[in-house]
Each structure stands twice: as structure tokens, then as C-alpha cells.
């Protein structure tokens, strides 16, 4: 399954997997949409794999957001791989 994102109500929904063969995808499309907006939600609810490619993804777009006085935020209740890799960086 590749990864498809769609919008609603300013939520960007992601449904599939990210991994090296949707990152390419996955950082054009958020790349674009932080240069435009002031704030990014990212649903993850359908987010049914996720690769170390696209953990460090998540972190880039955190950081680069926060650099640049804009948010992205992640929400929803999909792999736990995120939340683990973030709150372990979190605690060190």
C-alpha cells in the first residue's frame, strides 16, 4: 500500500504506509504546505507502518516548523513508533 494524504477541516490525514518509498512524496507535499501555512496537523490515525526514514521525517518538519515559528503537530492514535521515538527523545 503507498501513502495517500488528504485534507479535511485543516487536518491533513495520512492513510498507508511511510517509508522510504513514500518519503520522497510524503516531504514534497509537507515541505509545500509548511511554506504556506503557519500551523500543519498531521493525522496519523491510518498510519499503518512507519520506517526510521520517516520517523526522522516527523522530527525534521518538527524542528524545521519550530525554527521557523510555525507548528506541526501530530494527532491521532497510529503507529506508536512516533510517539515512542519522540518521547524518547523528549526525556534524553
Given at each position: 500500500m503507498s501513502l495517500q494524504i488528504s485534507e479535511?477541516?485543516?487536518t491533513f490525514h495520512l492513510n498507508g504506509?511511510?517509508?522510504a518509498s513514500t518519503l520522497n512524496f510524503f516531504n514534497?507535499?509537507?515541505?509545500?504546505?509548511l511554506s504556506q501555512e503557519k500551523s500543519i496537523v498531521v493525522n496519523i490515525d491510518k498510519v499503518i507502518?512507519?520506517?526510521?526514514?520517516?520517523?526522522?521525517?516527523?522530527r525534521n518538519f518538527t524542528k524545521n516548523a519550530f525554527l521557523n515559528q510555525k507548528v506541526f503537530q501530530i494527532v491521532g492514535?497510529?503507529?506508536k513508533e512516533i510517539?515512542?521515538?519522540f518521547n524518547q527523545t523528549n526525556v534524553a
Open positions: 479535511q477541516n485543516g504506509k511511510l517509508n514534497t507535499y509537507f515541505e509545500y504546505n507502518e512507519i520506517d526510521k526514514n520517516g520517523v526522522e521525517a516527523f492514535n497510529g503507529c510517539y515512542d521515538d
